[in-house]
Nanobody, 120 residues
Framework: VQLQASGGGLVQAGDSLRLSCAASGRSFSSYDMGWFRQAPGKEREFVAAISGSTTYYADSVKGRFTISRDNAKNTLYLQMNSLKPEDTAVYYC????????????????WGQGTQVTVSS
C-alpha cells in the first residue's frame, strides 16, 4: 500500500486548499482513513478521519475542514476552508489499522506529507 499526498501550498489566512491522497492497492474502500498534521517542534496531531459515511474532526478544525473520499478513484480528500496561520504544518494521510481514530499509533500506512503554509 502506498499513499501519496498532494495539494499543499502557501496561502493567506482565510483562503482555502484541498488536499488529496492517492492510494495504491486494492480494497481502499474497506479501510478507514485519516489526516494528521505536524507543525515544527510539535507532535503529530489528529485532524480528521472517515469511516464509511461517518466523519471525525479535531475541535480545532471542526466547521472549517471536511474530509471525504472517492472510492472509485482510490482517493482521500481534505477540504480546508478559512485557513489560519496555526494550520501551518505538514499534512499526512494515513490508513487506520485498529482502535481509536485519534491516535497515530492506530494507523499503519502513511503518506509522505504535504506542506501547508498559511501566512497572516
Amino acid at each position: 500500500v502506498q499513499l501519496q499526498a498532494s495539494g499543499g501550498g502557501l496561502v493567506q489566512a482565510g483562503d482555502s486548499l484541498r488536499l488529496s491522497c492517492a492510494a495504491s492497492g486494492r480494497s481502499f474502500s474497506s479501510y478507514d482513513m485519516g489526516w494528521f498534521r505536524q507543525a515544527p517542534g510539535k507532535e503529530r496531531e489528529f485532524v480528521a478521519a472517515i469511516s464509511g459515511s461517518t466523519t471525525y474532526y479535531a475541535d480545532s478544525v471542526k466547521g472549517r475542514f471536511t474530509i471525504s473520499r472517492d472510492n472509485a478513484k482510490n482517493t482521500l480528500y481534505l477540504q480546508m476552508n478559512s485557513l489560519k496561520p496555526e494550520d501551518t504544518a505538514v499534512y499526512y494521510c494515513a490508513r487506520r489499522s485498529h482502535g481509536s481514530y485519534y491516535y497515530t499509533g492506530n494507523y499503519n500506512y502513511w503518506g509522505q506529507g504535504t506542506q501547508v503554509t498559511v501566512s497572516s
